[in-house]
């Protein structure tokens, strides 16, 4: 019985860290998901998807939409999901957004995104999402 050593897992594609997680080059990947019919609903993109409905039928306030979006977008990118250019730009306009909106009201300045800006924006994006590629 061979014995393996830190570089046979290295080889094996296993890192020696102590999370014991696969190196980055050969986690899983996901397919590239075109359009926002094929994002499985339990993907960190199709929650970002569901907070954006959520919003913009008034099912949740902007404050902890922004929050539990930007959470489901850093996972998202953590977990390599792939999508494609068209709704890529779409979900990047609502960071670009968030970027700019001040969580807390009581440091909102002149010129932050505000509530019903963000709103706007997401419904924007959810059209240009339901109309396919530009």
Known sequence: MAMVTSSD??????????????????????????????????????????????????????????????????????????????LSRCLNQVFYALDSYPMDPELREEGDVTDTELIEIVNQMLDRIDQGAE
Not at 62 to 67: C, G, I, T
């Open 9 to 86: 897992s290295e080889k094996q594609g296993y890192s020696d860290n102590a999370s014991g997680r696969p190196h980055s080059k050969f986690r899983t990947q996901h397919r590239q998901w075109k359009t926002a019919a094929e994002v499985p609903a339990d993907s960190s993109t199709g929650q970002q998807l569901s907070l954006m409905r959520r919003l913009s039928l008034e099912q949740i306030q902007p404050e902890k939409f922004a929050k539990l979006w930007l959470d489901a977008r850093r996972k998202s990118l953590n977990e390599n999901e792939r999508i494609g250019e068209h």
